[in-house]
């Protein structure tokens, strides 16, 4: 059974997720202040954390920094009353979520989500070019390290500290590497997203996983850009 962590300090909301959540059979835990999520996040091993933005004295955005600069990739629903404006959508995906939704949020749309999340954590399992026993790293160029048992990436021996999505992201694109893979394709393989996805998405989770995995931010080596068309892993690294 799953286990989700809602983190928000309206009781009520808190009270709402998990009943959603439970229906589904879902396993839940929660916390309405922000620092007790944290260290449930950190000693629990959520599946899925909901992560409340507006909270006092340490807000969701907070939380978020702090958890991925610890080098947790457990995949975040980040929830916020901020509206859809873009300018917030790209702060909380900068910053490590994984997705985005306001407030008040559709039931059906949260459980989705929640779902689609974790059938994504699945993806990594079933798209590992190595089985048991076998060399770990899908990739090594003595530089950069694709290590597909660790869902991580190094830059030697120290770790990127990829989230989920970012180091889904990567591998795709040096799975398909040589071939120019556009936004939509993306979208649909490393999201999800059989239809509705914003292809900005693709660009703010590119622009966050070569400012942790290129080694000259001005001259990119590992994910490049074909201008109009997409992205791409060059083929002849290695």
């Known amino acids: 059974m799953s286990k989700i962590l809602i983190v928000d300090d309206d009781a009520s909301i808190v009270s709402s997720a998990a009943d959603i959540m439970r229906t589904y059979s879902f396993e839940t835990i929660s916390a309405t202040d922000s620092r007790e999520g944290f260290r449930l996040a950190v000693n629990e ?90 060399n770990r790293h899908i990739y090594s160029d003595g530089e950069l390290i694709i290590d597909c048992d660790a869902m991580q990436a190094f830059n030697g021996e120290v770790s990127c500290n990829l989230t989920n999505r970012e180091f889904q992201l990567l591998q795709y694109l040096e799975d398909n590497k040589g071939r120019v893979c556009p936004r939509s394709e993306l979208l649909k393989q490393v999201w999800k997203y059989d239809f509705l996805g914003d292809e900005r998405t693709v660009d703010v989770t590119i622009k966050r996983t070569r400012q942790k995995i290129e080694p000259d931010q001005k001259n990119f080596k590992y994910i490049l850009t074909r201008r109009g068309f997409g992205y791409f892993f060059p083929k002849d690294l290695t």
Not at 69 to 93: H, M, R, S, W
Not at 108 to 125: H, I, K, N, P, Q
């Open 45 to 134: 091993n959520p599946d899925v954390i909901i992560l409340d933005w507006m909270m006092p004295n340490y807000n969701g955005l907070q939380f978020l920094q702090d958890f991925r600069n610890e080098g947790f990739t457990t995949p975040i629903i980040f929830l916020t009353g901020k509206g859809d404006l873009p300018e917030y959508q790209v702060e909380a995906l900068r910053d490590g979520a994984d997705t985005f939704m306001s407030k008040p949020y559709n039931p059906s749309v949260l459980v989705e989500t929640v779902r689609t999340l974790l059938r994504r954590s699945g993806y990594d399992a079933d798209s590992a070019k190595t089985s048991p026993g076998n």
